[in-house]
Structure formats: structure tokens, C-alpha cells
């Protein structure tokens, strides 16, 4: 027996409402922001990824599928959303378009981490990115987005975690302070930690080690050494987001794990679905186009978990509203009927009802049964006496009463009575 690759998962039919729920919204939402779905690749050149998301990066140093094609090309699996669309923005000459450029996606993600519940790897993400605008109103906007989402869902205990991490200019100055501060304590802190000084200073405040979290608090905090503009923006950000009503927590701990973050940082953390809390996160890159070849454009964004999303639904006893199926059985007995059936068959989908046959040539008692499992309204019952008399014999499972309908008025028949046609529900 095969099993399924470790930290991947099937998303069976009994999921799929999540699912269909999730994306209808998201499309839903986008539209009303005013967003444009992209999709780019599912590979791409490993180098993309490398210059994007940095380096010293776990995603980039322990994470990524990469692997040569048999033309000897480097490609990596997207291990995450923007890079991508920053290479097809770029690629596809969008900056003639007006800006700010909204796009939005829904895209599998492909990280070789350690699994456990709510992290995989192979996991979705819904993601946007604005690019061309450095106002703080649309890290207003980005941010009220996922919040929109969020409420729409009726996810509740979600938090906004929000930081400001400045830019190339402040940043060094701060990164120089954290090390200073951190040298102090070198040997208190955790082995993880005393690589992170070397390499990837920011991640030492994301550091999980108990014995490092009284260090983490009295470390230097970024919005302390931010340059006038990083605060400003920052300042603005923070009093659009008061006086829009959105609840936020100064986060002085959060980084983010990509190197192309500028400026605001924020994620969602939701209650009670354990370690993996971050439903989702996301921040400003203003270097990142320029890091990739393009001119100096601002860009902001956010990736959620679509899983993460989903588990916290069922967490919560969130229902979602079932699938249409189909609301016809054709049930029939003896070779003219069955081929009268699929006529049958047809009309009633062509006309939009949702209809399904009964396979093989079982007992009309076995076909009934199947009808039951089937969870349909009507039956229609096809034998040798129908044929003689153009008549179909209708059966209304609820009520067990049955109707004669002439043949060719079933189809209408049945249009009116099947609450509403499959197709205008999908
Ligand atoms: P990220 O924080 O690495 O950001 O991922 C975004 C979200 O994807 C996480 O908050 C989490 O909900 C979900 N996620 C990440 N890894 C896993 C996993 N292994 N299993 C399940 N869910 C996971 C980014 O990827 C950025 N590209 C987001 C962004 C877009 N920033 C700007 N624009």
C-alpha cells in the first residue's frame, strides 16, 4: 500500500465545504477590495527565491524542494507566495499599470518542515500583495482585509500583532544595538540563539527557548531605533487602524521569517488550536522589486493558511453550508426503459437539475435503496408499463407519494419543484 508523502494531506469530499466556503469568500472579498486574482507557477528558478526571501533564512537554508530538471536547471517548489508574483510583475511589464497593482492568489506552498498539527508540508495560503504605493492607508487596507475574512468567517480570539521593523537605513543601527545588548548575555542564551547572533540577529526575539524569554523582554525594541520616516509611517498606520476601530497588539517580539520585510510587520494569532497559532502574516517589502531587477517600488502583502483557517473552524464548531448534489434518481427496469432513462438523464441536466442513474441492472428494490443513499428528493421510476403509457412514475422520497407525469413534461416538472437548479448554486 502507498501512503500519502509525510506532511501532506488528501482534502477528502467531506472537506471540500470548508474548502468551497473558504475560496467563495476570499473571491468574494477580493472583489469587493478591489483585487485581481494572479496565479504564477508552482516552480520556479531557485535563485528567485533565494535573492527574495534572503540567504540566512530557515525557508531558504532548511525548507525549500529543490531540485535539478533534466536540463540541469535549479528549480525550488514555491516555499512562498510573493516572490513569484513580484517575478511576474516585473516579467510582464505591470508597472505601466495604474498603482497601486492588487493582486491576489490561492496557491499551494511547499516547505520540508517538521510536521505536526497545523504545519505541513504541502500546505494553501491566500495571499495579496499591493505594489506601488507607500501609504499607510493600504497597510490599512491589506491588514482589514484578513480581518474582514476573519469576521466573515465568525472566527473568534483573533488577535492583530503588529511591529514596525524599519528600513535599510534604520535598521542596521538597530540590529547593532540588538547585538550589543545580546553579547552581554552570551552565556545565557540557548545554542539556537548564539547562531542567530551570528547570522540572523532579528530572529533572536522569535527564539521559543524558555531560558531565553527574559532575555528577549529586555532587549532593545525596533520602534525605538526607527528613522523618521519609518516612524511616521508607523505612527500613521497605528492611529488609521484606531480610528477604524481595529483592535491591535504592539507585538516588540515579532520579525517575521523572510528577509524582504521593511517597515510594518503584523500577523493574526488565533486561540486555541495550539503551537502553530499564526493563522496567518505578513508585512511591507519596499526593497524587494529592486532586490529582483525592477525599479525602487514599495510593495506590501500577506500570505493566511488556508488550513490553519479551516482547523480553527472546526475548532470553534464553525458550520459551513453544505454542497449542492444532486436532487434526481432515475431508477429503471428492462433495457428500453434504462436507455429512455438516459434521455431522461440528459434533458433533466441539460435544464440544470442535478440528476444521477442508477448503473448496472439491479432489482428496482436495489435501485430504490441506492435512491435513499442518495439522499435525492424525487425518483423517477421507469418500467415497461411507463413506456406503454408516456408516463413516468415520480416518487417523493420525503413523502413516499408518488405522481404520474407525462413524459414529456417531467422535465419541467421536476425543474420546478427541485428547489433550485444545481448550476445556479455552484
Ligand atoms: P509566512 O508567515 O511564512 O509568510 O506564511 C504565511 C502563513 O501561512 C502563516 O501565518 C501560516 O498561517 C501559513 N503557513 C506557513 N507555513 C505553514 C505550514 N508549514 N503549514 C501550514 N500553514 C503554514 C509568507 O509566506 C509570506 N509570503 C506572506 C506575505 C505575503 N508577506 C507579504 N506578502
Redesign the pocket.
Known sequence: MYRIPRGTQDILPEDQPYWRFLQGLIHRLCQLYGYQQINTPIFEETSLFVRGIGEGTDIVEKEMYTFKDKGGESLTLRP???APVMRAYLEHGMWVLPKPVKLYYIVP?F?Y?RPQA????Q?Y?F?V?VIGEQDPAVDLEVISIAWHLYREIGLKGVSIQLNSIGCPKCRPGYVKALVEYYRGHEGEICADCKVRLKRNPLRLLDCKNEGCQGIIEGAPRSIDHLCTDCRQHFETLRSYLDFMGLPYDLNHRLV???DYYTKTVF?FWAEGIGA?N??????R?DGLIEELGGEPTPG??????M??IILTMKDQGIQVPELPSPKVFIAHRGEAAKRIGLKLLASLRAAGVGAVFAFGDRSLKAQMRQADRAGVDFTLILGEREIESGQVTVRAMAKGEQFEVGMDDVVDWLSQRVLKPIGERL
Open positions: 512562498e507566495g510573493t506552498i516547505r518542515e497545523g504545519r505541513y508540508r500546505h495560503q495571499g500583495e517575521r521569517g523572510l500577523e502553530q499564526a493563522l496567518g502574516g505578513g508585512g517589502y506590501i502583502g500577506f500570505g493566511l493558511g488550513e490553519r
